[in-house]
């Protein structure tokens, strides 16, 4: 278990980063057209493939870490929202897009 302090110097930091890196793809793929490959990605975000790779695992780890540790909170938010015309599983998902959406603005 993390404590707040290891929660905010750990996870949020990569999980940051792994949203800058995917602004970085998204711009990538508009410009030349296609999903772009690691190498590509890696080229665009001004670093070599192998730290660049970590980047992103590390990235990918938070997100997750930083998903599954609200996913009872947003669960029970969710919950109390049935019965309006969507499933329990999409509510959760629309949940879980906003707070994703408003730590993107923080």
């Not at 296609?34 to 590390?58: L, Y």
């Not at 938070?62 to 938010?77: E, F, G, H, P, Q």
Request: proline content about 3%; hydrophobic content about 40%; some cysteine.
């Amino acid at each position: 278990m993390m404590t707040s302090t290891e929660y905010s110097v750990l996870v949020i930091p990569n999980a940051q980063d792994l949203l800058k890196l995917e602004k970085v793809r998204s711009n990538l793929k508009e410009e030349i057209g296609h999903e772009p490959t690691m190498v590509e990605w890696a080229c665009a975000a001004g670093m070599e493939q192998n730290p660049f790779e970590t980047r992103i695992r590390n990235g990918r780890f938070c997100k997750d870490k930083m998903v599954n540790s609200n996913l009872r909170l947003v669960v029970s938010i969710a919950k109390n929202y049935q019965g309006r015309g969507m499933t329990l599983q999409d509510l959760i998902q629309v949940s879980l897009f906003n707070a994703c959406a408003m730590f993107m603005m923080w």
